[in-house]
T-cell receptor, first 109, second 115 residues
Framework: SQQGEEDPQALSIQEGENATMNCSYK?????LQWYRQNSGRGLVHLIL?????REKHSGRLRVTLDTSKKSSSLLITASRAADTASYFC?????????FGKGTRLSVIA | KAGVTQTPRYLIKTRGQQVTLSCSPI?????VSWYQQTPGQGLQFLFE???????NKGNFPGRFSGRQFSNSRSEMNVSTLELGDSALYLC??????????????FGNGTRLTVT
């Protein structure tokens, strides 16, 4: 089955800075999704980008997709302490939604 | 609209026992999926149910089973518990079968500890 792999594994930034995390995958996709997980809680869906889209925005989030490189990036602008969480990408082709191990983001106030 | 509800929130069991976890999806959602999350393995897909039928199954032993009822509520059962079954078990619901465009809506999980 496919798996998105997030990079870096961990990221620590100051409040107000931008945070960028990347996701790579192996085969063709229908869409790619990003989720956030606060410690000990369930995942929360952030944004879905379809294979024919190159960029998508939602509030302070910007997601790009490069299907030729089989990669996506999630940019969080003007980060806040509340953005501290793990971020996962997941790809949806013809198999169950499979998640990578995530990027652990720490935003220091 | 109420979110995905998982019960119980925490559970402590001993090796050899069995356990049943419950998940109530968002109203109108017909697909329910289960994931196991551990620090070492990350999120591992267990199974997905859609309209009371198991549509996909992950690579877990037969001790892990599930079912879905006509009201879309789902249960998963783990028999003969092992220490390695200690994990956060997450349930997620979506409007349609997972391979579509519907995002997953997760509950806050059941934290199972096996001693």
């Amino acid at each position: 089955s496919q798996q998105g792999e997030e990079d870096p594994q961990a990221l620590s930034i100051q409040e107000g800075e931008n945070a960028t995390m990347n996701c790579s995958y192996k085969t063709s996709i229908n869409n790619l999704q990003w989720y956030r997980q606060n410690s000990g809680r369930g995942l929360v869906h952030l944004i879905l980008i379809r294979s024919n889209e190159r960029e998508k925005h939602s509030g302070r989030l910007r997601v790009t997709l490069d299907t030729s490189k089989k990669s996506s990036s999630l940019l969080i602008t003007a980060s806040r302490a509340a953005d501290t969480a793990s971020y996962f990408c997941a790809t949806a082709p013809n198999t169950p939604l499979v998640f990578g191990k995530g990027t652990r983001l720490s935003v220091i106030a | 609209k109420a979110g995905v509800t998982q019960t119980p929130r925490y559970l402590i069991k001993t090796r050899g026992q069995q356990v049943t976890l419950s998940c109530s999806p968002i109203s109108g959602h017909r697909s329910v999926s289960w994931y196991q999350q551990t620090p070492g393995q990350g999120l591992q897909f267990l199974f997905e149910y859609f309209s009371e039928t198991q549509r996909n199954k992950g690579n877990f032993p037969g001790r892990f089973s599930g079912r879905q009822f006509s009201n879309s509520r789902s249960e998963m059962n783990v028999s003969t518990l092992e220490l390695g079954d200690s994990a956060l078990y997450l349930c997620a619901s979506s409007l349609e079968f997972m391979q579509g465009d519907s995002p997953l809506h997760f509950g806050n999980g059941t934290r199972l500890t096996v001693t």
